[in-house]
């Protein structure tokens, strides 16, 4: 089992510095120079070229790798090119915008799609299983940013029912301050939701038939096993773990479309910090969220393989 752990710590560890490695020189080739983004009017070639030694650019390129993964190895990712503050602090006033939006969906998925999943094993051919069938499908194919428009445009835009950008309207306190927070909430959450579910009630529908098969859920019911103790303590129980391990892969999926999600809705996480910096070629502040990002999903991919480990007993042999 320890060795299991360990061979599953080290392959977060090389995805990390494969990560962090790829992002920064695919930040070095962009076709721009950040320093002309950062004074506004006339610049001298001398201003320029002072501009690019302040900022390191003007050193080699192995060389100013070297640097980034020293100061990233003690934990610091740099000071902003345009806002002149560490990134550190950017990113941490902006990442609880993007755990509450992505940690949100991934809860009412996992709530909404168990017992969608579990209902349409029970009732195989029915009305509910036909209908998670067709919306596992559906919401498979949908693409998170055109999602998000169409709800930006009719519930946003024409219907007016939801605000558009920002995470809370300003000047409010207390209960009306929650209000706030989740109806600026309720669109991203919905995007988000929409596409993830299907495919997450899908597996679960097919784990769960499976299981219902299994001869020990033929034995449960044969002891006089209530239907619902039968489903929902012995079957869910061994049907849920790959579920789980399909949601733990797809946080990269859910992570990437927060990102996109916050961009479309001018919602304030580290998505819209990354389109921000962007277009003001910023390379510190970018190359510091993508590894945030990146640490977040690979962490959390480490531990659903480690939960795995731990709830199935033929990986740890």
Do not use: C
Not at 77 to 95: E, I, K, M, W
Not at 147 to 161: D, E, H, P, Q, Y
Not at 261 to 283: C, H, K, M, N
Request: hydrophobic fraction near 55%; aromatic fraction near 8%; charged fraction near 10%.
């Amino acid at each position: 089992m320890l060795r299991y752990a360990a061979s599953r710590l080290l392959r977060a560890i090389l995805t990390i510095w494969i990560a962090v490695t790829v992002t920064f020189f695919l930040l070095r080739l962009l076709p721009a120079d950040p320093t002309l983004l950062v004074v506004e009017g006339d610049m001298t070639p001398e201003m320029q070229e002072a501009l690019r030694s302040q900022y390191g650019l003007d050193k080699p390129l192995l060389q100013q790798y070297g640097l980034y993964l020293g100061q990233l190895v003690q934990g610091n990712l740099g000071v902003s090119f345009r806002q002149l503050v560490p990134v550190t602090d950017l990113l941490l006033s902006r990442l609880p915008w993007t755990l509450l939006l992505a940690g949100s969906a991934f809860v009412l998925t996992l709530l909404i799609g168990i017992p969608l999943g579990v209902y349409a094993a029970v009732g195989r051919g029915g009305a509910v299983d036909r209908s998670v069938q067709f919306f596992g499908i559906t919401s498979n194919a949908l693409f998170i940013p055109s999602v998000a428009i169409l709800l930006l445009v009719v519930f946003g835009s024409n219907l007016g029912w939801f605000p558009i950008g920002q995470a809370i309207d300003p000047d409010t306190r207390g209960l009306a301050a929650y209000a706030s927070l989740l109806h600026h909430l309720a669109l991203p959450l919905f995007s988000l939701v929409l596409v993830q579910l299907g495919p997450y009630a899908l597996t679960l529908r097919t784990n769960m038939a499976e299981v219902l098969g299994e001869d020990y859920i033929t034995s449960a019911r044969s002891r006089g096993l209530t239907p619902r103790r039968v489903v929902w303590r012995h079957a869910l129980r061994n049907a849920v773990l790959p579920a789980l391990m399909l949601m733990g892969l797809q946080l990269g999926t859910l992570i990437g479309g927060a990102v996109l999600t916050e961009t479309v809705f001018a919602y304030p996480g580290v998505g819209r910090l990354i389109f921000e910096s962007v277009q003001q070629l910023d390379f510190p502040v970018l190359q510091g969220a993508f590894v945030v990002l990146a640490v977040t999903v690979v962490l959390a991919n480490l531990l659903t393989d480690l939960l795995s480990m731990v709830l199935n007993p033929r990986i740890r042999t």
